[in-house]
Structures are given as C-alpha cells and as structure tokens.
C-alpha cells in the first residue's frame, strides 16, 4: 500500500466541527468524480448524491431541528436498529464514553450531552450537507453500492484537504429532507454527510476513536 493511502485512511476522522469556508461546485463535481470510481454491482451505481448549501441548507436544518423540538416522532427510511449483539453493542458504547471523555462531557451532564447532540442539527457548522439516496425499489444490494461509495468519499473528501462526518442524525425525517433535495418518490433517502473544512480550533477534531482488536473482526482458516 503507498504510504500516502495509508497515511490519507489514519488521518481521516469524522469531523464535528467546521470552518465557515464554502466548498464550490467545482470541488464538489471532483468528489463524486473520484468517489464513484468505487466499484459497484454490475457498475450499477445504484446512487445519487444530493448536496445542500447556502439559505436551502440553512432553512432545512431549522426545519429539522423545530420539527424535533416539537416531539415530531423520527422516522428514518431505515428504522434505527436494536437488540444489537453485546460484542457489537460494547463498541457503540465505547464510542460514546471516549468521545464524551475527549470532551470533557459528564454522561450524567443531560444538558451537556443535549449540547452535543444539537451540533448534529447544525451538520457540525458544515457548510454542505450531502444526502444519499438509493432507488425506492431496492435494498440491501444498493446498499453495499452505496456503502463503497461512501467510504471511498470519506478518503476522496480528506485527500483533497476537506473534512466530514456522515450523520445518521439528519436522517431522522426524510420527507422534510426530500422537499429540499427535490427527489421524489422513486428515491430514499438513506444518509446525510457534513462537509467542508475542519476547524483546527475545535477539541473534538483531535478525537480518534478506537478500533475493535483485529481477532474480534478477523480470523484466517488456513
Ligand atoms: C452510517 C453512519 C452514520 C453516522 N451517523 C453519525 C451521526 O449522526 N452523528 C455523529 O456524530 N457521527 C455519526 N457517524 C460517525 C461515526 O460515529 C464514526 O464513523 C465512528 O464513531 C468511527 O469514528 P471515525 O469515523 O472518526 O473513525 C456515522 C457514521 C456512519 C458510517
């Protein structure tokens, strides 16, 4: 592996904070470019990426957070998932500790912790959020399409100087979502992304989270 890429997949993190510098058209065009190189099931690229910036951006996430603040119950195209193995759960309370602790956030402290999870509904002070869809038809085969896409954008966006972090969180309703990005009923939307340029100053970017060891998610029969 060069080390460029290794260094670009070591660096990379999700970025929860932004500065206020725009990303133009141009860059934007040069992600998807690279990102769909990404392999895909009979090259079906089974995708479509919207981004959102500018007064639209700043009129969706106030729809978002009000529709929140008025107890709206959340609605994701995916239903968030349960009853997770307690391997699997044991990480995304990892997560959650560490990152807390990085910030200085007592996990008794709700009114810290509501704090931070606001920052979602403010895509971070991105100043592009992008949403990802599939077709309305399919499912799981799209999604590992959608899946490579997104990782390999995640590189794309850190090799070209750029920060994001994906966002389960503004997929909460997708139906406000889907006024915004003029997608109709043939699409669903799966995913939001924040992205821009990460603010040096902000804590939580010196945050690396942690990884499971390699025997709880490897083994080789020989
Ligand atoms: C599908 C998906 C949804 C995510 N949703 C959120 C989110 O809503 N808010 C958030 O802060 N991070 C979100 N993340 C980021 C993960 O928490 C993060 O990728 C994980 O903790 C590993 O950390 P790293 O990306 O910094 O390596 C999401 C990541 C993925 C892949």
Known sequence: MSTELSELIQKRISTRGFLDQPVGAAELRRIVELSSRAPSWKNAQSYKIIF????????????????????????????????????????????????YGHLGIDRKDKAA?????WRNYEAFGAPVIAFFYIPAGLAEWSLIDLGILMGQMSLVIESMGMASCFQASLSVFPDIVDRYTQMGPDWKMIVG?????SDPEDPGNAFQSSRAPLEEVMQIID
């Not at 978002?64 to 759960?89: D, M």
């Not at 912790?113 to 999870?117: C, I, P, S």
């Not at 992304?193 to 340029?197: D, E, F, H, R, V």
């Open 52 to 99: 959102i910036s500018g007064q639209p951006r700043i009129s969706l996430l106030a729809e978002l957070q009000a529709a929140l603040q008025a107890g709206r119950p959340v609605r994701p195209t995916y239903a968030y998932e349960s009853g997770h193995p307690s391997l699997i759960k044991k990480r995304m309370f990892q997560l959650g500790m560490d990152l």
């Open 113 to 117: 912790r509501d704090a931070h999870f």
């Open 193 to 197: 992304m924040a992205l821009g340029y």
